[in-house]
């Protein structure tokens, strides 16, 4: 629609030309191809705090104390000055422009760790709706705690995990959950997702999937458990049998079972349940389906009774989107593209298991291809998460999956690395448009919406326009002539924005010495 580089002729254009229907937010949105952070300030004098993101709607900035013990939240503002020259672009911006203070304005500080406890840094989720943020502090994690209440071994114990629903606006905890002597996965948001009210936290040492509400009035409301049982009366049930049975057999029989309850979990049965129907219902013939159930179903058997569950998803209120792994080394496997893990649909409503794939299922990956945006489910109160880039709305990012595809020596080990990175972690990825591969080019290499550290580089980033073929800006972490150290690993992370021509880049060695902080924006 937009050809003009210029802003004005494209205001313009926009007063005397209708888009076409249903695309005028991203004819809008290819005004950032002019609103661009062209404007660096390098190592800016700021408070040596651990800054983690900006909220979804842009109004907040989410930073930790360097002890992991208070919570600090920043306003962004903008940088205003008066300038008695005719062409202010050329001169330097006055000395307050290297405070931090000159961009974002403190709102509070919040104490939300206990003495022996430590913010997770790498934890935050935010309500869009009702401005409420959820945070995580924890203690010491334990590697061989003992096995109570049915632990799953070879899972590390945290003895105290306590989420804290805080309202942004004012900094008041209005809630807190704590889970005792368990292993929630807290980085990067892995163990715990959000959609609309509803939040889901998997609990890995006891194998429970907690599904929880948030109520506008800030409370935690636990929903149900989702585990040992699946129904909120299964315990009930199953504990009324107990005692009927009781009255009917032995007493030195029914101790010795109750001491050794050979029953598979809730979620396992109807795993297992679906696993056997379908193997069943893939031949009519009844020798034939004799052997293929021993083949498919009975051979594997102890295989899957051993998966574990070690991620969710929800795909919407009433789906989960489950992983099952299993135990490696001494905890939960991480590298899932070598080792078997399998996929599940669960339904909470109707306790039922709909889909099951394996992590190299073609149909998934055709899904995963597909349907990519659908797997990263997002609140339907979001504004600005709806229009992240993906190979499933973008011609560029498909084109760049395809080309990865033709590449890979393995199919099968390429579609098991893409679709390990499924379920997806929750606001993992930031809604700013200068990541949107319609609008400008990057190396992912260096910088993505991906909500990850990486490896720093004493080079300019560069943002090419799509459109024109032609260098936008540069982001640039660390000093500005480069590093004078470069023996010590650096890392950098970036935070965009999701909508204003601002970022910041920190670049931190592994050593405890202050990062780098620059800020980018449009003067």
């Given at each position: 629609m937009f050809k003009s580089s210029n802003v004005a002729a494209r205001i313009f254009e926009r007063q005397i030309r209708t888009p076409a229907p249903g695309t005028s937010v991203h004819c809008a949105r290819q005004f950032y191809e002019n609103l661009v952070p062209s404007f660096t300030i390098y190592d800016v004098e700021c408070p040596d705090h651990s800054f983690r993101k900006f909220t979804d709607d842009g109004q907040y900035l989410i930073s930790f104390s360097r002890?992991?013990?208070?919570?600090?939240?920043?306003?962004?503002?903008?940088?205003?000055?008066?300038?008695?020259?005719?062409?202010?672009?050329?001169?330097?911006?006055?000395?307050?422009?290297?405070?931090?203070?000159s961009f974002f304005h403190q709102l509070y500080c919040v104490s939300l760790a206990a003495s022996n406890e430590l913010i997770c840094k790498d934890f935050?989720?935010?309500?869009?709706?009702?401005?409420?943020?959820?945070?995580?502090?924890?203690?010491?994690?334990?590697?061989?705690?003992?096995?109570?209440?049915?632990?799953?071994?070879?899972?590390?114990?945290?003895?105290?995990i306590t989420f804290h629903l805080l309202r942004l606006d004012d900094g008041v905890i209005l809630d807190e959950m704590v889970f005792h002597n368990d292993y929630v996965n807290l980085a990067y948001n892995i163990g715990v997702f959000l959609y609309d009210d509803l939040l889901a936290v998997v609990s890995l040492r006891y194998q429970t999937i907690h599904i929880l509400q948030i109520r506008d009035s800030g409370?935690?409301?636990?929903?149900?458990?989702?585990?040992?049982?699946?129904?909120?009366?299964?315990?009930?049930?199953?504990?009324?049998?107990?005692?009927?049975?009781?009255?009917?057999?032995?007493?030195?029989?029914?101790?010795?079972?109750?001491?050794?309850?050979?029953?598979?979990?809730?979620?396992?049965?109807?795993?297992?349940?679906?696993?056997?129907?379908?193997?069943?219902?893939?031949?009519?013939?009844?020798?034939?389906?004799?052997?293929?159930?021993?083949?498919?179903?009975?051979?594997?058997?102890?295989?899957?009774?051993?998966?574990?569950?070690s991620k969710v998803q929800f795909l919407d209120r009433h789906h989960l989107l489950v992983k099952f792994g299993g135990v490696v080394d001494g905890g939960l496997q991480r590298t899932a593209d070598h080792h078997p893990s399998f996929f599940a649909v669960y339904n909470m409503e109707t306790t039922e298991i709909v889909a099951f794939y394996q992590n190299a299922a073609d149909d998934l990956y055709h899904l995963f291809e597909q349907y990519c945006d659908h797997l990263h489910a997002t609140s339907r109160n979001s504004l600005h998460m709806n229009f992240i880039s993906s190979h499933s709305n973008?011609?560029?990012?498909?084109?760049?999956?395809?080309?990865?595809?033709n590449k890979a020596s393995n199919t099968s080990q390429f579609v098991?690395?893409?679709?390990?990175?499924?379920?997806?972690?929750c606001?993992?990825?930031?809604?700013?448009?200068?990541?949107?591969?319609?609008?400008?080019?990057?190396?992912?290499?260096?910088?993505?919406?991906?909500?990850?550290?990486?490896?720093?580089?004493?080079?300019?980033i560069k943002f090419i326009?799509?459109?024109?073929?032609?260098?936008?800006?540069?982001?640039?972490?660390?000093?500005?002539?480069?590093?004078?150290?470069?023996?010590?690993?650096?890392?950098?992370?970036?935070?965009?924005?999701?909508?204003?021509?601002?970022?910041?880049?920190?670049?931190?060695?592994?050593?405890?010495?202050?990062?780098?902080?620059?800020?980018?924006?449009r003067r």
């Open positions: 002890n992991h013990q208070d919570l600090i939240v920043y306003r962004p503002t903008w940088l205003s000055y008066s300038c008695k020259e005719e062409d202010c672009n050329a001169h330097e911006p006055p000395a307050k422009a290297k405070r931090f203070e935050f989720l935010y309500m869009e709706s009702n401005q409420f943020g959820i945070f995580a502090t924890s203690t010491a994690q334990v590697q061989d705690a003992p096995l109570i209440g049915g632990a799953i071994p070879g899972v590390p114990s945290i003895e105290k409370n935690f409301v636990n929903v149900r458990a989702i585990g040992a049982f699946c129904q909120e009366d299964d315990e009930l049930f199953l504990n009324s049998s107990s005692q009927f049975a009781g009255n009917h057999v032995d007493p030195v029989e029914n101790d010795r079972s109750n001491s050794d309850n050979s029953f598979l979990s809730g979620i396992k049965q109807r795993l297992l349940s679906f696993i056997f129907r379908v193997t069943w219902s893939e031949e009519s013939d009844k020798m034939q389906r004799v052997q293929n159930l021993k083949k498919k179903f009975y051979f594997h058997f102890q295989d899957y009774v051993d998966l574990m569950i973008n011609i560029h990012a498909q084109e760049q999956l395809k080309c990865m595809k098991k690395k893409m679709l390990s990175s499924l379920p997806f972690s606001q993992s990825q930031s809604p700013s448009p200068y990541f949107d591969q319609s609008l400008f080019r990057f190396d992912e290499k260096l910088i993505s919406a991906a909500d990850r550290h990486r490896q720093s580089t004493d080079h300019p326009s799509r459109r024109r073929h032609i260098l936008k800006f540069k982001i640039k972490p660390g000093p500005e002539f480069g590093s004078t150290d470069g023996r010590s690993k650096k890392i950098s992370s970036f935070l965009f924005h999701p909508f204003l021509p601002l970022a910041l880049s920190i670049q931190q060695t592994l050593f405890l010495q202050p990062p780098v902080v620059n800020i980018h924006f």
